[in-house]
């Protein structure tokens, strides 16, 4: 009687056991599916051709900016569009090129270019995204170089990152320095390394790109910037105190880099190009790094931008932007739609799947064992019986 009761009992204990590989098993199989299917956003606003894009994390949408129409819009997972912000008292060449949301301080920050033939200009912009939304902060002019008058090269305000305390940090393409603004909009010139300046401009630089110097910068909260240069394809490290930059040792060039981003995660950084995404990491706060990936993406959309959203999982814009920039379209014919792709690294994924399978199988391999050890504490329990 004994030895039935135990047996019924280790035979329910079993089915546990198995229901709770078979669990594994069904939570592990969307988790590898998932790895597969890109979220593809498509959404429509006629002439818009955005350049910046940025992850709200408190709205749970994106950010655009826009080429000619002096407008900020969000972006949900669905698609649909809603104007930001609309500031028709920015010069009416205004372009805004990099945006960056501020959390700690609820703003939104955008940066300003003017394209010819109208004056030069480039100011940063911040923007109430609390109860007055769209009302704006400040606008700040960008200082120039001092006894630089400009001449036959504009300043370009490209792409903007902001730390904790709220001080923004904008890129300058043409020029290759680094703007600061401080949270009540006192612009400076942040950080003229003599590093931006030492390396020569890379090989395969075609011209849309020769000239376009400092481009994509992000925040780091352990004290530096990360920024890239897309005429060279290499990346700096700027301290955020001092402003001195030194060249990051990586395994390869990014040329023709445009935005960058971090995740949260793991703290590895993803530059999108026009060709290609790429995939970073280092192991000593980016002394030195590795490209461990990169992603061939749709070359005729343009992509300039690259953001993080929910989950870290990474999203580049296909705003074509050189489309707008040259106007190459009839009157009336503006390009309507747009996109917003999330982009699959296939080593991480793959390295996912791994993992899953591993799990289930050391699962497994526990299970076999833990019946061996239960089909011999029967055994000795029955002869004690017999």
Known sequence: MKANMTTTSTQCISSFVISILFAAVLIGLPNISSAT???????????????????????????????????????????????????????ENATILGVSVDSSNSRLLAAIHCLPPLLPCSALAAYDLRGGVGRRIFLSPLPSLPGDDGGVLRDVANDVAVD?????????SAKNFIW????????????????????????????????CGLNGIVYNSKGYLLVVQSNTGKMFKVDEESGTA??????????????????????????????????????????????????????????????????????????????????????????????????????????????????????????????FQMKNLITNMDKKTT
């Open 164 to 172: 904790h305390s709220g001080n923004a940090y904008v890129t300058n």
């Open 180 to 211: 600061k603004v401080n949270p009540d909009g006192e612009a400076s010139i942040f950080s003229r390394s003599a590093a931006f300046n030492s390396q020569p401009v890379a090989p395969d630089a075609d011209d849309s790109f020769r000239d």
């Open 37 to 91: 299917q890109r979220h593809v956003i498509n959404f429509r606003s006629p002439g818009l051709y955005p350049e910046g894009l940025t992850w709200d994390p408190s709205g749970q949408h994106f950010v655009v900016g826009s080429l000619h129409s002096r407008t900020i819009h969000s972006v949900s997972d669905a698609g649909v569009v809603q104007t930001l912000i609309s500031d028709p008292f920015l010069p």
């Open 246 to 371: 030194r060249i990051v040792l990586l395994n390869g060039d990014m040329v023709a880099a445009d935005g960058v981003a971090r995740r949260r995660r793991d703290g590895t950084v993803v530059v999108v190009s026009q060709k290609k995404l790429w995939y970073l990491k280092s192991q000593d706060s980016w002394s030195e790094g590795v490209i461990y990936d990169k992603v061939d993406l749709e070359v005729e959309g343009f992509p300039t931008a690259v953001t993080v959203a929910g989950q870290d999982r990474v999203y580049v814009l296909y705003g074509r932007v050189m489309e707008g920039i040259m106007r190459s379209y009839g009157e009336g014919e503006e390009r309507e739609w747009f996109g917003i792709e999330e982009v699959l690294s296939e080593k991480e994924s793959g390295e996912d799947k791994v993992w899953v399978y591993v799990l289930i199988g050391l699962g497994f391999a526990y299970f076999c064992f833990w019946r």
